[in-house]
């Protein structure tokens, strides 16, 4: 959205979830559910506590809570976007960014019936938020129609054709990005050896143990540091630390001789389907390992400027050899960088963003 307002994109936001977060690139209004989405979250995480009611609460979510939400919040969310709208006036478009569809059925069209404008989906979740994976949060596909909205822009070239069955007409990729005067590498020394952060390891058990567990087992002298929420997995020699604040992520990184990317397989097996932190390590001038990723080919150079191993025996060697050359390191983490400044900021994910919109009107 920064990106955007740099374009001169004039951008009015609405939170699906918590409060309106005030921002020097965009107007914000109130979320008019609010105490709705804080009030579902409190009851799921005391039935997710109870061994009686986790199992019931997992089953049934996906079928009631839309349900629910139609009845409930979809009303308010309705008369609150027709406000903002009026008020705020002279819309060129609408982007329902990263929210459960399901929860907002034909309000789309009511939309583009009124004010004549495209109304689009954007999906970064791909192909996780298919209904086969069942999503991170909501399971929000199941009952949506996808055919209300004049197109779909999405993470992921392989989910293209299945979105196509469920009902998009029109689908367009824009892949990850970053802003790199964010992502700006810190000189700090280099003291941890191996690093890496993730939120849960779902769909990463397999690298997890091929890139962490089991070469930490055999380089007992390297420091393996690993930082996230739900590591569901016991490591003998590996700091283990809690979710890291942005800052403190980053600082992390650029303290490692060697940060990990490890994709989730539903990413990395689905071909053409970016997620972020390649492109976080990369402007920071990280040298990155990744484990196999498929799409990984289209946005870096493999051996100049990223670098995968296929198993755990690679992954030891390549660790082995990275930490003994610091040259090799530091010019892949100069190139990785420079393909970012060429290629992959999010000001060049904007500039496609608005083409693809402007083709829309």
């Given at each position: 959205m920064?990106?955007?307002?740099?374009?001169?994109?004039?951008l009015?936001?609405?939170?699906?979830?918590?409060?309106?977060?005030?921002s020097?690139w965009w107007r914000?209004?109130?979320?008019p559910?609010?105490?709705?989405?804080?009030?579902?979250?409190?009851?799921?995480?005391?039935?997710?506590?109870?061994p009686?009611?986790r199992?019931?609460?997992?089953q049934?979510?996906e079928?009631?809570?839309?349900?629910?939400?139609?009845?409930?919040t979809k009303?308010?969310?309705?008369?609150?976007?027709?406000?903002?709208?009026?008020?705020?006036?002279?819309?060129?478009?609408?982007?329902f960014?990263q929210?459960?569809?399901?929860?907002f059925?034909?309000i789309?069209?009511k939309i583009?019936?009124?004010?004549g404008?495209?109304v689009?989906?954007?999906d970064?979740?791909?192909?996780?938020?298919?209904?086969?994976y069942g999503?991170?949060?909501?399971?929000f596909y199941?009952?949506a129609d996808?055919?209300?909205?004049?197109?779909?822009?999405?993470?992921?070239e392989?989910?293209?054709?299945r979105?196509?069955?469920?009902?998009?007409?029109?689908v367009y990729?824009?892949?990850?990005?970053?802003?790199?005067?964010?992502y700006?590498?810190?000189s700090?020394p280099?003291?941890?050896?191996?690093?890496?952060?993730?939120?849960g390891?779902?769909f990463r058990e397999?690298?997890?143990?091929?890139?962490?567990?089991k070469?930490?087992?055999?380089?007992?002298d390297?420091?393996?540091?690993?930082?996230?929420?739900?590591?569901?997995?016991?490591?003998?020699?590996?700091?283990?630390?809690p979710m890291?604040?942005f800052?403190?992520?980053?600082?992390?990184?650029c303290?490692?001789?060697?940060?990990?990317n490890?994709?989730?397989e539903s990413?990395s097996?689905?071909p053409?389907?970016?997620?972020?932190?390649?492109f976080?390590l990369?402007?920071?001038e990280?040298?990155?390992?990744?484990?196999?990723y498929l799409?990984?080919?289209?946005?870096?150079?493999?051996?100049?400027e990223?670098l995968m191993?296929?198993?755990?025996?690679?992954?030891?060697?390549?660790?082995?050899w990275l930490i003994?050359d610091?040259e090799?390191?530091i010019?892949?983490g100069?190139?990785?960088?420079?393909?970012?400044?060429?290629?992959h900021t999010?000001?060049?994910?904007a500039?496609q963003?608005?083409s693809?919109?402007?083709?829309?009107?």
């Open positions: 920064k990106a955007l307002y740099e374009e001169g994109i004039e009015v936001v609405i939170p699906y979830r918590g409060r309106a977060i005030r020097l914000c209004h109130k979320n559910c609010y105490y709705e989405g804080e009030l579902y979250a409190v009851l799921i995480k005391l039935l997710e506590r109870l009686l009611t199992n019931l609460a997992k049934k979510r079928s009631i809570v839309p349900k629910v939400a139609n009845t409930i009303p308010k969310w309705e008369k609150h976007i027709e406000k903002v709208m009026s008020y705020e006036k002279d819309f060129d478009a609408v982007l960014l929210v459960p569809i399901n929860h059925k034909g789309a069209s583009k019936n009124r004010y404008i495209p689009i989906c954007y970064g979740d791909l192909p996780v938020s298919l209904p086969e999503g991170y949060t909501f399971n199941i009952g996808l055919s209300e909205f004049d197109a779909f822009i999405v993470n992921s392989g989910s293209i054709t979105l196509k069955e469920m009902g998009a007409e029109k990729v824009v892949h990850y990005g970053v802003d790199p005067e964010i700006n590498p810190i700090l280099k003291d941890i050896d191996i690093f890496y952060a993730g939120l390891t779902k397999k690298w997890v143990e091929a890139m962490i567990t070469p930490s087992e055999k380089l007992r390297l420091l393996f540091v690993m930082a996230g929420l739900k590591l569901n997995f016991q490591f003998d020699n590996v700091k283990v630390l890291l604040p800052n403190q992520w980053l600082r992390h990184c303290r490692s001789k060697i940060a990990l490890i994709a989730r990413h097996m689905t053409g389907t970016s997620s972020s932190r390649p976080e990369a402007s920071l990280c040298c990155i390992v990744s484990n196999p799409g990984l080919r289209e946005w870096f150079e493999i051996g100049k990223i191993v296929n198993n755990v025996d690679e992954a030891i060697e390549v660790y082995q003994a610091e090799t390191r010019k892949m100069k190139a990785a960088r420079s393909r970012i400044l060429r290629e999010f000001k060049h994910r500039k963003l608005i693809i919109i402007s083709k829309l009107k």
